[in-house]
């Protein structure tokens, strides 16, 4: 199990944000479904998002959408980390 996965940003072309898309292995080492909440952390800030696995990503990225590229503060090819969202009842039990 990995709990945290550093990852390098490409940019998605669609401007909503609110979800990202990622290799289906990065899925498989985060313990996570396609559709599970993950947070995304970058030097600047961090935002809450569903994830989505796609085999035509290469494993070492994640395609964020430019809503979300913009919150993270970040450019392409920069590296963001990933992790699986862990309610706060869960993480106080």
């Given at each position: 199990m990995?709990e945290i996965?550093?990852l390098f940003?490409?940019?998605?072309?669609?401007?909503?944000g609110?979800r990202?898309?990622?290799?289906?292995?990065v899925?498989?080492?985060?313990?996570?479904k396609?559709?599970?909440?993950v947070?995304?952390?970058s030097?600047?800030?961090?935002i809450?998002v569903?994830?989505?696995?796609?085999?035509?990503?290469?494993?070492?990225?994640i395609?964020?959408?430019?809503s979300?590229?913009?919150?993270?503060?970040?450019?392409?090819?920069e590296?963001v980390?990933?992790r699986?969202h862990?309610k706060?009842?869960?993480?106080?039990l």
């Amino acid at each position: 199990m990995t709990e945290i996965d550093t990852l390098f940003v490409e940019e998605s072309p669609i401007r909503s944000g609110g979800r990202v898309r990622v290799n289906i292995e990065v899925l498989k080492r985060l313990e996570v479904k396609t559709g599970d909440l993950v947070v995304i952390s970058s030097d600047k800030r961090d935002i809450l998002v569903k994830i989505y696995g796609d085999d035509l990503i290469d494993e070492d990225k994640i395609r964020i959408r430019v809503s979300d590229v913009k919150k993270l503060g970040v450019e392409e090819d920069e590296e963001v980390s990933v992790r699986k969202h862990q309610k706060l009842l869960t993480k106080l039990l």
